[in-house]
């Protein structure tokens, strides 16, 4: 029985290197470049609860950023993309609100 095994182990073995590498899922509680962005930027001045229901599309967030920006916020343009795109994804329009624990 074991050269059996050993046989279809060498006649699989091929097999396993052409096949594709199976694409590496992202753990729970992954890093997130845009929300880890916006907690250290935005949570300087600002609780979650200031912005989470304000449901904008990216050009919305963008402008919020701006007008951040013209308040004193230091950012470059490549931190306030990252962080409209983010804002827009996770609190866009059409995005559902997370559901409020029941009291």
């Not at 050993?6 to 396993?16: E, G, W, Y």
């Not at 929300?35 to 609860?49: G, I, L, N, P, W």
């Not at 230091?74 to 962080?83: A, H, Q």
Request: hydrophobic share 40%.
């Amino acid at each position: 029985m074991t050269v059996r095994k050993a046989l279809l182990a060498l006649t699989c073995a091929p097999l396993l290197l052409l096949s594709p590498p199976a694409q590496a899922q992202p753990a729970a509680g992954a890093a997130n470049p845009g929300r880890d962005m916006v907690a250290s930027k935005c949570f300087q001045c600002h609780t979650d609860s200031m912005f989470r229901d304000a449901r904008q599309d990216r050009r919305g967030w963008e402008a919020t950023i701006y007008r951040m920006i013209g308040r004193g916020g230091l950012w470059t343009p490549d931190e306030i993309k990252v962080m409209a795109d983010y804002l827009s994804e996770a609190l866009g329009p059409n995005v559902r609100p997370a559901a409020t624990e029941a009291r």
